[in-house]
């Protein structure tokens, strides 16, 4: 590295920010990585962490090594990245911008004529022109004339971070026409995939689409999924003949949608407007699929009360141990409230202490349940044997919420199986 290449303050090590810093630092760049929590900074500091992604847990620490220094405070940088939460409230209905605000104040101090900011947390269109240029306007300086002010979103698939970190397509926008060049050479240095220019608000418009694209598709995948139930169809079976059309191509049916961004992303894009219908309905559609996994599950029970439920997975999704907004714990906590008298909990990745319930094993789960919920498209659970079931449980119900089991092989050992 020579003594000109630029040093790269990240603000926010999270999920985003983390890999973010890791990958400038991996790629010979001198990295700051400032987080407002003590305690994670002194967790990343000892190397006390475990990332879920193992590849990504190496990268981190290769980074940590040589590279990326973590701070008590911002420092001076030629480019200050910004990776905060941007929470949906739901109570004003609104995006919480508080904790751009905040980062944006902390940049504003260390802020010099020549240095770039961008940034990278997810947020409503028009937030970097607005709101986070004015913030940034407080150091007085101009963001249309001495500093270069941009957002480039970050379109990571968790479980797949490190890959699509350095793969993706990117986008970076600017405010006020300014340069983007510079941001261009930036991720150019360690993107793969093309990086596009255009403005800072269409840049944020674009990440809110994506997610709210993919949330609208799984909804229709949902809504066919109950319409089939109506005609006592199989779901997966006509969704598969279907996708045999050159141009239809619909997504999978399960227990509804979790995780950080897609349950919360669309609801950015109905700022100062009213315009959002399909995707509020979408939104609406994927919020009532634990309602139609426990409508099954009663179906098949006759009676909730007084029942012995076991939920397979509280991930969100498959192989992840992240549970924000996964469907599971919507189910676990209906399910309690309509007098399931005990329900047991289990999944191969996530931790007791990240939920307000206790785990058990899986074998430990299914003793004496009358009924199992596979919940959770966790690789293992696709090699669940029947067996196993049946030699356990004191009921015969499962509900694969994921059409993961043979339904043939497992109807034969005696399951009553249900798919979503
Ligand atoms: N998780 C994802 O897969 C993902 C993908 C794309 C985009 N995003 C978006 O990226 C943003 C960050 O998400 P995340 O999942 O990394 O969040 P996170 O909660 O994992 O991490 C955010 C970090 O920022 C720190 N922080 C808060 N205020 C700060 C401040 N003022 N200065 C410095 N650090 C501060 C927190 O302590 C935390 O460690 C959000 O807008 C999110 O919507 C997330
Ligand atoms: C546009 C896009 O791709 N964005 C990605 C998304 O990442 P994600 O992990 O949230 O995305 P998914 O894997 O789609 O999972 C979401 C939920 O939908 C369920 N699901 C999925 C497919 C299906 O056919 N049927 C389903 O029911 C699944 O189980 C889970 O609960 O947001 C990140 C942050 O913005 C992005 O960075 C990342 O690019």
Redesign the pocket.
Known sequence: MTETEPRICV????????PMAAVLANSGYEVYG????PA?RSDLTEGSFDLEEPDLDRFVRRALEDGLTIVSQ?QEAEFHI??????YDKDLDRTDLS??E??G??VAEQLREGDTVIL????PPGTTAGRLREVLEESGLSASEDITLGYS??????GN?LTELRENDRIIGTVAGGPTDRIVALYDSFVSGDVRTADATTAEFV?LIQNAYRDTNIAFANEIAKLAHEFEIDSREAIAMANEHPRVEILRPGPGVG???IP??PLFLNHGNDIPMLIETARRVNDGMPEFVIKLLSAALSDLEGSRVALLGVAYKGGVS?V?ETPSLVIAEELLERGVDELRLTDPYVESDDIDYELSSLEESLNDVDAAVLVTDHPEYGALSPKTFVDRMRGNVIIDTRAMLDEDRWETAGINMYQV
Not at 11 to 18: C, K, P, Q, T
Not at 82 to 87: G, L, Q
Not at 153 to 158: G, I, S
Request: glycine share 8%; charged share 20%; hydrophobic share 30%.
């Open positions: 603000h926010g090590l999270g999920y985003v920010g983390l400032f987080d407002v929590d994670h911002p910004i990776c905060v939460p941007t929470p904790y751009v905040a980062a104040k902390t990278s947390s997810t947020v979103p970050e379109t990571v698939l968790p971070t990440k995780g950080h961004c919360i992303d992240d924000r």
